[in-house]
């Protein structure tokens, strides 16, 4: 039998938390179990594998829990952990700037051999890499979380018009950059 945290809303949890006692605590139980593993895979994608992006996610909920604890206004729970866990995202890679590989230098691998998933997952994850922040966001926000053009607008503050051109000229350099592989290894 389904537990009545499990068929409340968002904002009825977060109404339950603020109100104290046990409610409070499987409430964020609640919250945590329903973003945890979606954020998680959002740090991992934003910051490779290790401990920089477990990190992050702890970090993201403590955050999250302490905006609760302040009453903060959290007009929508899903926009709002994304909100922290982007920033906190931005600031490491500000404090911590890597190198990046220039497109130019980047040659991708070609086989003859039928494409299996592992390879095919570790292209698209190195095609990722080589799109500017900001166009890898707006699709990874689409993509793997699900979001809507105005939800991600709100997440990341920018026009609709913007995230529009985001996720699309993201599409278009994936496609660009992936396009030899599937014409060399298509089926024939």
Do not use: W
Not at 9 to 26: A, P, Q, W, Y
Not at 86 to 111: G, W, Y
Not at 170 to 187: D, G, Q
Request: with cysteine.
């Amino acid at each position: 039998m389904e537990s009545l945290q499990n068929i409340l809303t968002d904002d009825e949890l977060v109404r339950n938390f603020r109100l104290g006692g046990k409610n409070s605590d499987s409430a964020f139980v609640e919250i945590y179990s329903r973003y945890s593993s979606r954020i998680y895979l959002y740090c991992r994608k934003a910051l490779g594998e290790g401990p920089d992006a477990d990190d992050i996610f702890q970090e993201t909920f403590i955050r999250f829990h302490n905006a609760l604890v302040k009453k903060y206004d959290i007009p929508s729970v899903q926009i709002y952990i994304l909100k922290i866990v982007r920033n906190l995202c931005l600031n490491h890679k500000r404090d911590n700037r890597i190198n990046f590989i220039e497109l130019e230098d980047f040659h991708l691998p070609v086989s003859d051999n039928k494409v299996e998933s592992d390879e095919l997952y570790d292209l698209i994850y190195s095609s990722l890499e080589l799109l500017p922040e900001e166009h890898k966001e707006a699709f990874l926000l689409q993509v793997q979380q699900g979001l809507s053009y105005n939800e991600i607008a709100e997440v990341t503050e920018v026009p609709v018009s913007t995230v529009r051109n985001r996720v699309v000229r993201a599409k278009s350099k994936l496609r660009e950059i992936l396009l030899p592989y599937f014409e060399t290894n298509r089926v024939k």
